[in-house]
């Protein structure tokens, strides 16, 4: 399975454009008669073939997901698989987290700091769409470039490890979606999704979601690159409010705010 270009885009973008290592952009300006040289490389952590460097113990679907590559120059991925000893999967894991931060926090020195904004050209959602099938949120999942969450604080071990589970399923497939073209494969997900909201559905507990529309601005770009924001909300049917399309709770409700990141509101 190849580097899909959602990945691909996702990995530039979140470097900033720059080595994770040696944190020097990866492209070359170009010349009157020719465009820029790019010599950056988009390097896996846990190797393709279980032969080579820092090979095995991953799933294949999961090889050429955003989570298992960064973006390094040409020098730097030759030196990290010569090097296994020393780049070992745990080290790569923390240099990427932290490069990523870095791009954060300061950005471009000409461009300015990274940020996400809202898109003006899309209506920001108030409310979640309560999600009981596992199309509707599969088809979200496959629009989005990013996904945050909220759960309820102090649950019981077994509830707890159910939504963490699902969660972890979600931002899986938010890795791997755009690779699964075949109508097999996207309605096996859909299934899959939707085994999980039938096992919180019976444990009590309420699935929410919409997708935020926003603009990754700043950095070495000329433009706002579009970056949509999957929010995946689990609470129980207690603390679930019902609430109409302006996020306004309809009467006899009372609005529960359990993790205190957001709005519990339903439609």
Same mark, same amino acid.
């Given at each position: 399975?190849? $580097?899909?270009?959602?990945?691909?885009?996702?990995?530039?973008?979140?470097?900033?454009?720059?080595?994770?290592?040696?944190? *020097? =952009?990866?492209?070359?300006?170009?010349?009157?008669?020719?465009?820029?040289?790019?010599?950056?490389?988009?390097?896996? $952590? &846990?190797?393709?073939?279980?032969?080579?460097?820092?090979?095995?113990?991953?799933?294949?679907?999961?090889?050429?997901?955003?989570?298992?590559?960064?973006?390094?120059?040409?020098?730097?991925?030759?030196?990290?698989?010569? !090097?296994?000893?020393?780049?070992?999967?745990?080290?790569?894991?923390?240099?990427?987290?932290?490069?990523?931060?870095?791009?954060?926090?300061?950005?471009?020195?000409?461009?300015?700091?990274? @940020?996400?904004?809202?898109?003006?050209?899309?209506? !920001?959602?108030? %409310?979640?769409?309560?999600?009981?099938?596992?199309?509707?949120?599969?088809?979200?999942?496959?629009?989005?470039?990013?996904?945050?969450?909220?759960?309820?604080?102090?649950?019981?071990?077994?509830?707890?490890?159910?939504? &963490?589970?699902?969660?972890?399923?979600?931002?899986?497939?938010?890795?791997?979606?755009?690779?699964?073209?075949? %109508?097999?494969?996207? @309605?096996?997900?859909?299934?899959?999704? =939707?085994?999980?909201?039938?096992?919180?559905? *019976?444990?009590?507990? $309420?699935? +929410?979601?919409?997708?935020?529309?926003?603009?990754?601005? +700043?950095?070495?770009?000329?433009?706002?690159?579009?970056?949509?924001?999957?929010? &995946?909300?689990?609470?129980?049917?207690?603390?679930? %409010?019902?609430?109409?399309? /302006?996020?306004?709770?309809?009467?006899? /409700?009372?609005?529960?705010?359990?993790?205190?990141?957001?709005?519990?509101?339903?439609?």
């Amino acid at each position: 399975m190849a $580097i899909s270009e959602r990945t691909r885009k996702i990995i530039w973008i979140e470097a900033g454009g720059r080595c994770a290592i040696c944190k *020097e =952009q990866v492209m070359t300006p170009g010349t009157e008669s020719d465009d820029p040289s790019i010599f950056g490389e988009e390097a896996h $952590i &846990v190797g393709r073939s279980k032969s080579g460097p820092r090979g095995g113990g991953l799933d294949e679907e999961l090889i050429d997901s955003h989570a298992n590559l960064l973006l390094l120059c040409s020098k730097d991925h030759k030196r990290i698989d010569d !090097q296994t000893s020393h780049f070992t999967v745990e080290r790569l894991r923390s240099i990427k987290a932290q490069h990523a931060a870095w791009v954060r926090s300061t950005g471009d020195k000409e461009g300015g700091q990274l @940020r996400l904004v809202p898109d003006p050209t899309f209506p !920001q959602p108030r %409310v979640l769409q309560v999600i009981t099938r596992g199309n509707p949120l599969w088809n979200m999942i496959k629009e989005s470039m990013a996904f945050e969450y909220a759960l309820p604080d102090h649950l019981p071990d077994g509830d707890e490890d159910a939504i &963490v589970e699902f969660l972890d399923l979600l931002r899986d497939y938010l890795d791997i979606a755009s690779e699964l073209d075949s %109508v097999r494969d996207n @309605r096996d997900a859909e299934k899959t999704i =939707q085994g999980y909201i039938s096992q919180l559905s *019976e444990r009590g507990f $309420i699935v +929410g979601a919409y997708v935020r529309h926003l603009l990754l601005s +700043g950095g070495a770009r000329q433009e706002a690159t579009p970056w949509p924001m999957l929010r &995946v909300e689990v609470q129980h049917y207690s603390g679930a %409010v019902i609430a109409d399309s /302006t996020g306004k709770p309809y009467p006899g /409700t009372v609005e529960s705010d359990n993790d205190g990141s957001a709005d519990h509101s339903r439609p």
